[in-house]
């Protein structure tokens, strides 16, 4: 059974900084892309960012600049280090990840339960 379990979440002064953790275990053979996705009340589920296994990086225009996503491929973890953040980013924060469970099975696509992230003053 795999699992994303994140981690970071709470609240946060418009300005400040906040990090959100994510790791992913259980029985797996490999990883691919990990990301962030984040849904505010009434609004559709968005990506926030995404890394590939091998490094690239992807960035909602919103965050370009004041987020940054990193990955630990030994730890099979992503982060999200949230810097400068804005009321409009108040959010649930979604870790996603691309995990293929057999070397025969293709990719299947995981999610974490998500954290709050509230930026209010």
């Known amino acids: 059974q795999v699992q994303l379990v994140e981690s970071g979440g709470g609240l946060v002064q418009p300005g400040g900084s906040l990090r959100l953790s994510c790791a992913a275990s259980g029985s797996f053979v490999s990883i691919n892309t990990m990301g962030w996705y984040r849904q505010a009340p009434g609004k559709q589920r968005e990506l926030v960012a995404a890394?590939?296994?091998?490094?690239?990086?992807n960035y909602a225009d919103s965050v370009k600049g004041r987020f940054t996503i990193s990955r630990d491929n030994a730890k099979n973890t992503v982060s999200l280090q949230m810097n400068s953040p804005k009321p409009e980013d108040t959010a649930v924060y979604y870790c996603?990840?691309?995990?293929?469970?057999?070397?025969?099975?293709?990719?299947?696509?995981?999610w974490g339960q998500g954290t709050q992230v509230t930026v209010s003053s």
């Open positions: 890394v590939t296994s091998g490094g690239s990086t």
């Open positions: 996603n990840a691309a995990i293929r469970t057999y070397s025969w099975r293709a990719y299947d696509y995981y």
